[in-house]
């Protein structure tokens, strides 16, 4: 069954949202950009569509950057409460500068688009599929130079191998990888994924080595400027070796926000972040690893995309030379 945002109560990341200073200066900077290009471009003052609100902090940024209204939109009704009050609290009106509602109405129209709700995987919140729709109320411009204003514009999937983290070598019983293990519970036959925010602080936020080369599994671009709202491009199938009984694969993406400003979650991103953004990072987003079966030896693994999400299976026999 696939993933649905809950329409009661307060997600445990919510303050590692809230919390990860990087991503809200990154999503601040992206709109300063994304309002001012759109005032220079299209003479006049925007109405952004926040899909996804939360707590209110990019409808507060897009104010902060000129736009003329901001609707907000979040099936939460918590969070939209919150969202009120912060808002209010900063100064800003309801009606006047703001709307709050649970749900885009039939007949709106936008120019702006900005919406963060993403997650371990580009594909874990399922935001690709809730953005299709916006389509129909997103405003589309006829003329040079960009056809949709959208926060963000691309989020690329990377997969690559990497290996556990030093802290699993300096213990000497090797007690940390058989309770990965076991917490991962690889039983069967096929490569299990799971979520580094799931295992405990000192997994999400340690810093593993990459083995192999990350490579792109999917590319999804948002308001691009061959005039297509969403265009996604995923890979059919992608082979990577796993060489050795501590590889894993780990899942990392970057999301390009407006003109040339990310936000990522890779292993470099987390390794330059100070340690406290880290561990909001780490909590909210996390990294996604692929836990091959215990003793399954050397293989290679097969990715095949479907329904946008991404499946493996591991191919026995498969080595890369070493
Ligand atoms: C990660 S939070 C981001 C909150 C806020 N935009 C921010 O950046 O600080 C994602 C929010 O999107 C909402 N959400 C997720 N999917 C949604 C959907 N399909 N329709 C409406 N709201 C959704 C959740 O309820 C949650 O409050």
């Known amino acids: 069954m696939s993933w649905h945002p809950s329409t009661r109560g307060l997600s445990?990341?919510?303050?590692?949202?809230?919390?990860?200073e990087d991503r809200n200066h990154k999503f601040e900077l992206a709109l300063r950009y994304c309002v001012s290009s759109f005032r220079t471009e299209q003479g006049y003052r925007p109405h952004v569509l926040d899909f996804g609100c939360g707590a209110g902090l990019l409808t507060h940024h897009a104010l902060k950057a000129g736009a003329a209204f901001v609707t907000a939109v979040d099936c939460n009704e918590d969070v939209r409460s919150i969202a009120r009050l912060t808002l209010e609290r900063a100064g800003f009106v309801e009606g006047t500068h703001f709307a709050i509602l649970d749900r885009v109405p039939p007949d709106a129209v936008y120019d702006v688009l900005v919406s963060d709700i993403l997650g371990t995987l580009t594909t874990s919140e399922r935001a690709c599929q809730f953005w299709t729709p916006l389509e129909r109320?997103?405003?589309?411009?006829?003329?040079?130079?960009?056809?949709?204003?959208?926060?963000?514009?691309?989020?690329?999937?990377?997969a690559s191998v990497v290996r556990?983290?030093?802290?699993?070598?300096?213990?000497?019983?090797?007690?940390?990888?058989h309770a990965f293990r076991a917490s991962c519970r690889p039983q069967d036959e096929?490569?299990?994924?799971?979520?580094?925010?799931?295992?405990g602080l000192p997994l999400c936020s340690s810093v593993y080595q990459r083995v192999h080369p990350r490579v792109q599994i999917r590319v999804d671009v948002l308001g691009g400027r061959d005039g297509t709202f969403l265009h996604t491009a995923a890979a059919k199938s992608v082979d990577l070796p796993i060489e050795h009984e501590d590889d894993l694969l780990c899942f990392e993406w970057t999301a390009t926000l407006f003109d040339g400003v990310t936000v990522q979650t890779t292993l470099e991103e987390y390794a330059s972040l100070p340690p406290g953004v880290r561990a909001c990072r780490a909590t909210r987003w996390g990294l996604m690893l692929g836990v091959p079966p215990l003793g399954s030896g050397r293989f290679g693994v097969a990715f095949r995309a479907k329904d946008g999400m991404v499946r493996m299976t591991p191919k026995r026999h498969r080595v890369a030379a070493t």
């Open 12 to 20: 445990s990341y919510i303050l590692s949202v809230l919390a990860d």
């Open 137 to 158: 109320c997103i405003k589309k411009f006829d003329f040079a130079p960009r056809p949709y204003y959208c926060v963000p514009s691309k989020l690329v999937q990377w």
């Open 164 to 177: 556990f983290p030093e802290m699993f070598n300096a213990d000497p019983s090797g007690g940390m990888k």
């Open 190 to 199: 096929r490569v299990h994924l799971v979520s580094t925010q799931e295992l």
